[in-house]
């Protein structure tokens, strides 16, 4: 049994409240096992939180929600840190049972709250409500919304291979603004902010269309080998595909960034089949969350045999 179950399962949208709540009362239950802070504020002043389990050298960073539709991911991290606080049981009991002081993971689940919140309220209590119905082709439906409130795409804000985005609107936009410069978003600021503060070994970014895992961005083969392994292991545990480079990729991505800057595995997992413009219906929920149910431990029992 898991702390928030019955609550969880009643949910159709995962709301920033929704997160704020579950993130406190994990608090108050395991105040000796995790630490909540915040990382920083959205454009809309809503909080980012970050949430973070064990104490060992070895660091993990698992992040959701920079796209505004694709909350769901948000739902799927919440449930990873109910799963690891309430039940240690398999796969869990094939690692060392003082694992957590050898591994630290930080939990980010919602980088994009003002975004999320667009897209599950519409843009009724925003300041600029004009300015997004008119970056949104004029519609008041924000179902198919990824950008911040500020009509920036917050996974093109990173500066590697910024210059070089591809299909990028020049304009606010729901979708795919790189912005006029890389890191102007504050979201995005706070998190380049707190991963340079960390030495992590490996970053996950979930998102949320096409079952599919990037994780070389323009490496060459040589300098891809080394998360070969890893990347492999993620996607037999998910089934989901591995994506080589065809042609020149986008860049401008976290992933992108974390992979070039740290020289360590990242990794962006997509979680549901290609569904179109809008958020990942509430019905796939259960598949995800057992698909992708072996992913962090996978992570941390790769970077445990590598410290033995
Ligand atoms: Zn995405």
Redesign the pocket.
Known sequence: MFLLENEQKQRKNYRYQDLKKDLHRIEENFSNQVELITIGSSVEGRQLYALRVGSGDKKVIIHGA??AR?WM?SRLIVDFINHLLTDLSWPWLSLREDWLTEVTIWFIPMINPDGVTLVQDGADLFSNRLELIDWNNGSTDFTGW?ANSRGVDL?RQYPTGWDSIQNDPGVQSASNYKGQKPLTEPEVQALYQFVNQHAFDCALAY???GEEIFWRYNLSDEQAKPYRELAENLAEVTRYQLIEPEGTPSGGGFTDWFLTEFEKPSF?I?IAPSIGPRPVPDLLYERVFHTNELVLYTVVAYLIAEIG
């Open positions: 920079h796209h694709e991911t990824k996974n998102h949320s269309s962006t997509e």
